[in-house]
Each structure stands twice: as C-alpha cells, then as structure tokens.
C-alpha cells in the first residue's frame, strides 16, 4: 500500500494526492530528481576536486595531510550543520532553512576559487559542510513527510540512484576539468550547480511539513528530544550501522586518490575511470535492493550488504598483504571495491529506512539530522586513521585494517541490535 501523505500541494507540478492515497507517476519521478539533487549535492563538494589533490597540494605550497584536512572539514561541517538544520525544519518547515542554506553554500563555493591558502581552504569547506547539512538532512525528512515503510525503502533506492551520480561524475568531471582549466574551476562548477538547486528548490518543491504538526524550537524540548532518540534502540541501532559502513566507505573515497597516484602508479584519468566504475557498483547496489523490496525482509538485505562488504574488505586485505603492484593491482582493485560498493548499496538505504521509519513524523527532521550527523561524523573521523601511519600518508594496507575493523564493528552493532528487539517483541 502506497504511503503517500502530502495534500494536494503544488510548486511547478509536485503534487500528492491524499484522496487518492498514491502518488502520480510525474509526480513521483518529479520528487525524486528534486530531492536528488539536493542530496548529491554534498557528495559532489567531496568528490569533483578529488583528482586535484596533488595539484591544490603543489599550488598552495601544502602538505598531502593538509589537503586532505579540507575533506576532512567539509565532512565534519555536513555533521554538525545537520544537528542545527535538521531541528530547525522540524520548527519552521523545510523550504525555509533549505533555500538559505543553499544560497550560503553558493557563495561559499564561489569564495574557494579565490582562497591564498591551505588553511583559509579548511575554514571555507567546513562552512560549506555546514551551510550544504541542508540539502542531506532535509531531503530525508521529506521523505519521512510522504512515505513509510517500503514505499520510503524503495523512494530511498531511486533516490540514491540519482544521488549516486554525484560521486560517479564527479571525479571524472574533476579530472576533464584539470585538462583546460586550474583546480579551482572545480569550486566554480560546484558553485554553478549549487545555484542550480537553489533555484530547483524555490520552483519545485512544495512544503510537506504543515505548520499544525510543527515544533517549536526550544533547547529542552530538542534535549529530550534527542536524548529519546539515543535510548531508542530502534533508531540508534540502525543509525550507528550506517555511520559505520559510512566511515567504511569514505575511508576508500578519502584514501584511495593519494594511494592510487602516488603509490600504484595512477594517472588522474584513470584514477577517476576507477572511481566511476566502482560508484557504479554503489547504484547497481540500490536499484537490487529496490527490486528485491516486498520478496526480502528489510533487515535481511541490510545484513546482506553487511556481509557482502566484509567479504570485499577482507579481499582488499590479502592483496594489500601481498603488495600488489602495477596494472593488474589496479584491475583487482577496481573489482573489489565495486564490491563493496555494491554490497553497501544494499546497507543505506535500507539502514536509513529502519531509523527514519521508527519515529514519528514530527520529529523526522531532528531524527534526520542526528542520524546524518553521526554518519558525516564518523566518515570524516574514521577515514582520517588511515593515516595515522609512519610516513603520515595512507596505504593499501592501512585502509584495509581501518575499513576492516569498522565494517566488522557495523556487523556486530547490527547483530545486536536485531537481537535486542528480537527479545523486545518477546
């Protein structure tokens, strides 16, 4: 049965029907490429100026550690941006907060191009995290507006599947970029996108959060809020698990532009047609996953994905304890991380459904952000172990223990908690 909750709103052709219950067909694709675009646009920040590394590196007169510091802080800001952004569209809406955060991640974008150093580049990205916190945040909560159950579950798949396309061009837009023009052209393209979806959002999305099920912004009130969240299991369970396969993936986005380059011999062209295979791994993942919604039981396909990583993240450690070397290295490579791509196509959008789901609709917004939070949170810290080695850069090696270790710990807090609310249902 279709979940669909909207009224009869309208803003250029989005409209839910409640009478209805069940969402034109135009309407549906219409929301999804809106709400896509809203969402790729963090990943974007992150992964366009991937391939530049070395470049902004030698341009700014900066360490690698530096320059990867600036991914570091966009992550840190999507974190933190999300626990204020996520509770004030809870309080005021969700156009509102999201066209100001756009218009704040616009200008931003534009200011990068300009920057004189390594450190201005780090405050100007974490702001950027903060102000594009908007568009993760708020599109999930959207999604909580209109959908439950497997209707969110599969709205979440083909959502990612237009999300997916971010981290999948980016690179190799990054790249061609590089061939005409200097690393900053990446900033003025993602500006120019930003600017983009800041005019999609004012003509195309309506407000799905009426101002009779809205909550005032009041510190205690967001406290308890909060701290309801942490105790429900429901929702803390599955929240964690995407975090941590979060941080698992983002070790491999963070790492691998510097280990593929500097130390298995990679041109940035091919660096980027690595990137975009294994990215096309993650939106085979999604739209598997949708498929395989209604015939499979949530949790089994999150446990799926689970244990599918695991499986790719092991394979990269035997040939990380091997040394491989050379073209081969880079096909075996390739083909690993599509798998494990694949496989954490199948735990998002399923963990995202399992936390947002669990909770009610007036509180989807601060449910949204304290999960996007944690998410970025731990992408942006866990990623930095890597390298924690004793030359100060990352390796194959020392991306395998950390994606190991944290994939393992999302299986075991996973394990956990179907099993404590196996003993609930008791």
């Known amino acids: 049965m279709s979940q669909s909750r909207l009224s009869g709103k309208s803003v250029a052709g989005i409209a839910l029907r409640e009478e209805s219950g069940r969402m034109p067909r135009r309407s549906f694709a219409l929301l999804v490429l809106v709400l896509g675009t809203l969402t790729a646009t ?24 530096q320059i990867q510091l600036t991914l570091t802080a966009i992550m840190l800001g999507l974190s933190l941006g999300q626990l204020v952004i996520g509770p004030l569209s809870d309080a005021l809406g969700r156009r509102g907060p999201l066209l100001v955060g756009f218009a704040v991640f616009t200008l931003v974008s534009f200011a990068c191009a300009l920057v004189p150093s390594a450190p201005v580049l780090v405050v100007l990205r974490f ?6 916190a908007s568009g993760a945040v708020i599109a999930r909560a959207v999604v909580r507006d209109v959908f439950e159950g497997d209707e969110a579950a599969r709205f979440f ?17 990054g790249a061609q970029l590089l061939r005409v023009g200097p690393w900053q052209s990446s900033f003025v393209l993602l500006g120019s996108v930003s600017l983009v979806s800041l005019v999609v959002v004012f003509f195309a999305l309506p407000e799905t ?3 009779a099920v809205r909550r005032p912004f009041r510190v205690v009130s967001l406290a308890r809020t909060v701290w309801g969240l942490v105790r429900d299991v429901r929702f803390v369970g599955p929240a964690l698990t995407l975090g941590l396969a979060f941080g698992m993936m983002f070790t491999y986005v963070s790492s691998f532009s510097f280990v593929s380059q500097s130390r298995l011999g990679a041109s940035e062209q091919v660096f980027a047609l690595m990137f975009g295979v294994n990215t096309a791994g993650l939106m085979v993942g999604t739209q598997v996953n949708a498929f395989l919604i209604g015939r499979v039981e949530t949790s089994r396909r999150l446990a799926g994905g689970l244990c599918g990583a695991l499986a790719a993240v092991a394979a990269l450690g035997v040939l990380a304890a091997a040394g491989v070397s050379g073209a081969g290295a880079l096909v075996a490579l390739t083909a690993v991380f599509f798998v494990m791509m694949f496989s954490v196509g199948f735990v998002m959008p399923n963990a995202t459904t399992l936390a947002i789901s669990s909770q009610s609709r007036a509180v989807a917004g601060t449910a ?10 731990l992408g942006g810290g866990v990623s930095s172990l890597a390298g924690l080695t004793p030359s100060g850069e990352a390796s194959l090696v020392s991306m395998a223990v950390v994606m190991g270790a944290v994939g393992a710990l999302a299986a075991v807090v996973f394990a956990a908690t179907v099993r404590r609310a196996a003993r609930s249902a008791v």
Do not use: C
């Open 127 to 132: 702001v950027q995290g903060v102000a594009g």
């Open 368 to 377: 949204s952000a304290l999960m996007g939070s944690l998410q970025f949170a």
């Open 157 to 173: 798949s083909r959502l990612m599947l237009v999300t997916g396309l971010a981290p999948l061009l980016g690179p190799v837009l």
């Open 42 to 65: 963090g990943p974007l920040a992150t992964d366009l100026y991937l391939p530049a590394f070395p470049e902004i590196a030698a341009d700014l007169h900066a360490p690698q550690a």
């Open 209 to 211: 959060l009426p101002a």
